[in-house]
């Protein structure tokens, strides 16, 4: 008979034989036996059998009360403290907490002394809420077991974590580890159980408790670290710098203190600690692929594809990721076959779109349009939100070639079924803009903010295009103050500000924007703006060494280029 109808007859069979009974409810009581006890005539390991395929394949099935019958059922014939534990865990799944405990207390008596039938009453009072009862029984576990007390102590949140009222808690694991307070696990548990109730300063207290008595206790220290993150990074970090200062081993603590660093933009002090860390733990993902990154990041090309080929190597899940930033250090190289090895290589995911739209970029840059076409329009989107990163990859790739009125029409077919689309809408805006569509480009940016007023760099797209027309200049210096609180280190919206107040005659005022946001990144298009603003004070030969320097890095770029001819001719 195949499986399945053979668990069809058996749970047939079983609830044929029981009409009469109602399964136990939360909070019900033990089922009256289905089978009345008899001596044993030679069917009662069948009978057990049967009850216990019975229960297990109900359970499967997603039948909790035929499970909770037929296991209630056999622990009460049986009282075999296996059967026992079982049935007491099916009523445990079928959150029946009451029927669990009673099952558990007859456990308990079978097995008075199993530690495990002792543990898994006190996770059941635990899930039925009843911390009243559950005091004075977790108290005398723990005094009951002085060798395993530390893990005892450290095991409370867990068995707790349940538990609706965070406060009930810790005032409950507070006073199971008041008579421990000498020991560091005590004052670690108290502190975990203040953290999730919501007082950051008990937590910290308790840690550093837990500190002072186990000065080298790593976990106490990321847990400190950890609850005093969620008021202030830089508290957190002097924390963990101290911590590592004294215990230079303490890899977690300091790979906890590298990624803060980072949170915060220290990347210098950042990039100290992810030396080290690769020192002492060369093969570990977790430290290779920061360390990678942060190479990236600083233009260490060599150092960047170094690491991220060793991270091909281990186990770290996210390969279609490191294929991904190959393929760009490659593209940075010049080494296209190489890079569109890599690029091919990324799974659907995060990074599928962006390595299809740049293999197709490379197609296209080789003179391959019937390539690169034929490797977006057979690109398969799992959603509607990589189905949008394809258009908007598309629409860019066709803009940056020049092919502005076909990247348009796209996009406003688009827009006609996504009118409200924010990333549709500010690529269509900047489109419009390449087509010397200047209305179109107010139009889609001023129904983009409609949408999304915070949008910085909307704000400053359209700050920036009434500046660069030189109109509306008050108009366009609201955008860009805007723009600039919403992101003051952005150095594009920095340069738009000085291009703005270049146009407004604040040629002091604009040389410090354009100074610092070249300092920032020197962009080519930043580089032709400062330089005009230097050759404007009169400053000639400083603005020849910033054009010049810049054209040789971006000898393609159409804004340089202009500035050039028209400074430099």
Same mark, same amino acid.
């Given at each position: 008979?195949?499986?399945?109808?053979?668990?069809?007859?058996?749970?047939?069979?079983?609830?044929?034989?029981?009409?009469?009974?109602?399964?136990?409810?939360?909070?019900?009581?033990?089922?009256?036996?289905?089978?009345?006890?008899?001596?044993d005539?030679?069917?009662?390991?069948?009978?057990?059998?049967?009850?216990?395929l019975?229960?297990?394949i109900?359970?499967?099935?997603g039948?909790?009360?035929?499970?909770?019958?037929?296991?209630?059922?056999?622990?009460?014939?049986?009282?075999?403290?296996?059967?026992?534990?079982?049935?007491?865990?099916?009523?445990?799944?079928?959150?029946?907490?009451?029927?669990?405990?009673?099952?558990?207390?007859?456990?308990?008596?079978?097995?008075?002394?199993?530690?495990?039938?002792?543990?898994?009453?006190?996770?059941?009072?635990?899930?039925?809420?009843?911390?009243?009862?559950?005091?004075?029984?977790?108290?005398?576990?723990?005094?009951?077991?002085?060798?395993?007390?530390?893990?005892?102590?450290?095991?409370?949140?867990?068995?707790?974590?349940?538990?609706?009222?965070?406060?009930?808690?810790?005032?409950?694991?507070?006073?199971?580890?008041?008579?421990?307070?000498?020991?560091?696990?005590?004052?670690?548990?108290?502190?975990?159980?203040?953290?999730?109730?919501?007082?950051?300063?008990?937590?910290?207290?308790?840690?550093?408790?837990?500190?002072?008595? +186990?000065?080298?206790?790593?976990?106490?220290?990321?847990?400190?670290?950890?609850?005093?993150?969620?008021?202030?990074?830089?508290?957190?970090?002097?924390?963990?710098?101290d911590?590592?200062d004294?215990?230079?081993?303490?890899?977690?603590?300091?790979l906890?203190?590298? +990624?803060?660093?980072?949170?915060?933009?220290?990347?210098?002090?950042?990039?100290?600690?992810?030396?080290?860390?690769?020192?002492?733990?060369?093969?570990n993902?977790?430290?290779?692929?920061?360390?990678?990154?942060?190479?990236?990041?600083?233009?260490?090309?060599?150092?960047?594809?170094?690491?991220?080929?060793?991270?091909?190597?281990t186990?770290?899940?996210?390969?279609?990721?490191?294929?991904?930033?190959?393929?760009?250090?490659?593209?940075?190289?010049?080494?296209?076959?190489?890079?569109?090895?890599?690029? $091919?290589?990324?799974?659907?995911?995060?990074?599928?779109?962006?390595? +299809?739209?740049?293999?197709?970029?490379?197609?296209?840059?080789?003179?391959?349009?019937?390539?690169?076409?034929?490797?977006?329009?057979?690109?398969?989107?799992?959603?509607?939100?990589?189905?949008?990163?394809?258009?908007?990859?598309?629409?860019?790739?066709?803009?940056?070639?020049? +092919?502005?009125?076909?990247?348009?029409?796209?996009?406003?077919?688009?827009?006609?079924?996504?009118?409200?689309?924010?990333?549709?809408?500010?690529?269509a805006?900047?489109?419009?803009?390449?087509?010397?569509?200047?209305?179109?480009?107010?139009?889609?940016?001023?129904?983009?903010?409609?949408?999304?007023?915070?949008h910085?760099?909307?704000?400053?797209?359209?700050?920036?295009?009434?500046?660069?027309?030189?109109? $509306?200049?008050?108009?366009?210096?609201?955008?860009?103050?805007?723009?600039?609180?919403?992101?003051p280190?952005?150095?594009?919206?920095?340069?738009?500000?000085?291009?703005?107040?270049?146009?407004?005659?604040?040629?002091?005022?604009?040389?410090?924007?354009?100074?610092?946001?070249?300092?920032i990144?020197?962009?080519?298009?930043?580089?032709?703006?400062?330089?005009?603003?230097?050759?404007?004070?009169?400053?000639?030969?400083?603005?020849?060494?910033?054009?010049?320097?810049?054209?040789?890095?971006?000898?393609?770029?159409?804004?340089?280029?202009?500035?050039?001819?028209?400074?430099?001719?």
């Open positions: 008979m195949p499986i399945k109808l053979i668990a069809a007859a058996l749970i047939f069979a079983f609830t044929g034989s029981s009409q009469a009974q109602t399964p136990p409810g939360k909070g019900g009581s033990v089922p009256k036996p289905l089978v009345k006890p008899q001596t005539n030679g069917d009662t390991l069948g009978r057990t059998v049967f009850q216990a019975l229960g297990d109900a359970l499967q099935r039948n909790v009360s035929i499970a909770v019958s037929a296991w209630s059922d056999l622990a009460q014939r049986t009282r075999d403290p296996k059967v026992l534990a079982r049935a007491t865990e099916v009523a445990a799944i079928a959150r029946q907490y009451d029927l669990a405990l009673e099952l558990n207390k007859w456990w308990l008596e079978v097995e008075p002394a199993s530690l495990r039938a002792q543990q898994v009453h006190s996770a059941l009072l635990a899930s039925a809420n009843r911390l009243d009862e559950l005091a004075p029984q977790l108290a005398a576990a723990l005094a009951g077991d002085p060798a395993n007390l530390p893990a005892n102590l450290l095991h409370l949140n867990r068995l707790l974590a349940r538990h609706e009222d965070k406060k009930a808690v810790l005032n409950l694991v507070e006073t199971l580890a008041t008579p421990y307070d000498n020991i560091p696990e005590a004052h670690f548990a108290t502190g975990q159980a203040a953290a999730v109730a919501g007082d950051p300063l008990r937590a910290r207290t308790e840690f550093d408790k837990a500190l002072a008595l +186990r000065p080298d206790w790593e976990i106490a220290a990321l847990a400190r670290a950890q609850n005093q993150a969620r008021q202030s990074n830089e508290s957190a970090i002097a924390g963990l710098k911590f590592v004294r215990y230079p081993q303490a890899g977690d603590a300091r906890a203190l590298a +990624r803060l660093l980072l949170a915060e933009k220290n990347t210098a002090e950042a990039r100290k600690h992810f030396d080290r860390l690769i020192e002492d733990y060369p093969n993902p977790e430290v290779i692929y920061p360390v990678a990154m942060l190479a990236l990041q600083n233009g260490d090309l060599a150092k960047g594809r170094g690491q991220l080929e060793k991270l091909l190597q186990t770290f899940p996210d390969k279609s990721a490191l294929h991904y930033f190959l393929g760009q250090i490659e593209e940075e190289d010049k080494k296209i076959p190489a890079a569109l090895e890599h690029y $091919r290589q990324v799974t659907p995911g995060e990074h599928y779109i962006p390595a +299809r739209s740049r293999s197709a970029k490379i197609l296209l840059t080789q003179g391959r349009n019937d390539e690169a076409r034929q490797l977006i329009d057979t690109t398969r989107t799992a959603n509607d939100q990589e189905r949008r990163q394809l258009i908007l990859a598309e629409s860019q790739l066709l803009r940056e070639f020049g +092919r502005h009125d076909e990247a348009y029409a796209l996009l406003k077919k688009v827009l006609l079924a996504a009118p409200d689309d924010i990333d549709l809408l500010y690529e805006a900047l489109t419009a803009e390449r087509r010397g569509d200047t209305n179109g480009l107010e139009r889609h940016l001023k129904h983009l903010l409609k949408r999304k007023p915070d910085a760099h909307a704000l400053n797209a359209l700050g920036y295009s009434l500046a660069e027309r030189n109109t $509306r200049l008050d108009e366009a210096q609201n955008y860009l103050t805007q723009a600039l609180a919403l992101a280190e952005d150095p594009f919206i920095m340069d738009s500000m000085g291009w703005l107040l270049f146009r407004q005659g604040k040629l002091q005022q604009a040389l410090s924007a354009l100074e610092a946001a070249y300092k990144r020197p962009d080519p298009e930043i580089a032709a703006h400062l330089g005009e603003v230097l050759w404007a004070l009169q400053r000639h030969d400083e603005a020849r060494a910033i054009l010049q320097n810049a054209a040789a890095s971006n000898p393609d770029n159409e804004v340089l280029a202009g500035t050039i001819k028209k400074l430099l001719p």
